[in-house]
């Protein structure tokens, strides 16, 4: 028996389904030529059957291709992506104005975009092209969001790979799996590729069993993928817990960086009381005294700010209130456990952690 693995269509052979189709489908209606790339980016990581489908479908809207339709080509890969279950297209709504502090990362993210937006002018100049970040530390301090602020950034797809449904029974399915996932994110590229909770996927290596074993060589297969990997995939890793992870995936090389998130400080607190109250009550942050929030809300990570931010508009909305005031604020807080009061040891462990591997600190 023969295995034939069939390669994605490149962005030439997609132009090319999309004239014939034009010529076939809806003769004397030439589309213009700067539309056929933009359909043919829009259609990347699609065979060629799925392509004509989606072609039909928005030709039979309204009996021509317009550039509206490329939101409905969008809608439409995202559902066949997720159908094949092992990537998920992520919609893009937040930007990196939406998170408070970490200037470091931000700005380093703001670098590699630079980079990013023009590869043929930064390899020409002797730039590498950029591999990915790993953003590692505590739980609910933007790590995820900033995954989808670098998307934004780089005006690109954001794909998440899903490292439970990767895991297949049966014996070389998942290896399969990842195969699949990578050649759907390469013909999707240029995008960003965003795996979360890297331990998860990869915790029990080198321990005997056959469970373990498989995710051994996965995570071969993932490694000589970071190393070798010359196509615009932008790898964005998110970790909670590091130390579960195997040393040789944080070697120099794998990574363009890795990062270390921490708790937010009184600052970043106060820009993060700004932006989730801004999103929810705009008219009430000038009544708001903020440093007050800012002094009883130390070892709050971002999360439970929303949280106290959510918490406090719905009970001043419940009791008929006109806006929403500090007091309402700081009954949320006392309401709260805070992460810090949730798992103090492990966060301090963590920090240690992270100092002594020298990890640059994504706060300024
Ligand atoms: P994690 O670090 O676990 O990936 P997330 O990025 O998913 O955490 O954060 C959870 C939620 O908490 C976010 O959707 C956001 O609303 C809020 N949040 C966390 N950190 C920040 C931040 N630095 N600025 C603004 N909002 C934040």
Known sequence: MTILEMDYLGTDEIKQ???NFQKEVMP???IQESLVDEFAVALKGLTEYEILNLLALAYSRRGDLYREDLSLIFDQKQQMIKKAGILEMIPLNETMEDIGGLENLKEWFKRKAKVYKNM???SAYGVDMPKGVLIAGVPGCGKSLNAKAAAKLFEVPLLRLDMGRLMGKYVGESEGNLRK???LAEAISPCVLWIDELEKAFAGIGESGGGAEVTTRLFGNFLTWMQEKTSPVFVVA?????TKLPPELLRKGRFDEIFYVGLPNA???EKIFQIHISKRRKQ???DINIRTLVDKTSGFSGADIEGVVKDAVEAAFADDKNGVKTEDLLEAVKNTNSLSEIMADSLKKMEEEYKSR???NASK
Do not use: C, Q
């Open 17 to 19: 389904v999309i004239l």
């Open 181 to 183: 996932a990578i050649a």
């Open 358 to 360: 020298k990890f640059k």
């Open 120 to 122: 043929d002018k930064a």
């Open 284 to 286: 009430d942050l000038n």
């Open 267 to 269: 600052e970043e607190r």
């Open 238 to 242: 998110t970790a909670n817990n590091i």
């Open 28 to 30: 004397g209606k030439p």
